[in-house]
Nanobody
Framework: VQLQASGGGLVQAGGSVRLACAPS????????MGWFRQVPGKERDFVAG????????YYADSVKGRFTISRDSAENTMYLQMNSLKFDDSAVYYC???????????????WGQGTQLTVSS
């Protein structure tokens, strides 16, 4: 299964961006989809996740209140709406799929190619 992430780019601090992730195959209700981000020299960090079946969402403390994860089951697409962006949000953002709820990137089995977000201060 391929995951195609899109929507990154260059944005000013305080601005907004929406990322999208579309798996090539069907996403089942048992799947857990997540967004991670990574900067050079650091581990991949969990940003937000969503249970595909119920739509329940989970967020890292650093993005709560600013980011919103959602999914469109009919379109088989996941989104990450990012508002009030900060310089520290700059990273490569990855979407990924796991067979169950997890914050640990090692437990995700399918990954997108990553999309760069750069927030200028």
């Amino acid at each position: 299964v391929q995951l195609q992430a899109s929507g990154g780019g260059l944005v000013q601090a305080g601005g907004s961006v929406r990322l999208a992730c579309a798996p090539s195959g069907r996403t089942f209700s048992s799947h857990f989809m997540g967004w991670f981000r990574q900067v050079p020299g650091k581990e991949r960090d969990f940003v937000a996740g969503i249970r595909w079946g119920t739509g329940r969402t989970y967020y890292a403390d650093s993005v709560k209140g600013r980011f919103t994860i959602s999914r469109d089951s009919a379109e088989n697409t996941m989104y990450l709406q990012m508002n009030s962006l900060k310089f520290d949000d700059s990273a490569v953002y990855y979407c990924a799929r796991a067979n169950g709820y997890s914050y640990n990137w090692r437990e995700y089995t399918n990954w997108g190619q990553g999309t760069q977000l750069t927030v200028s201060s």
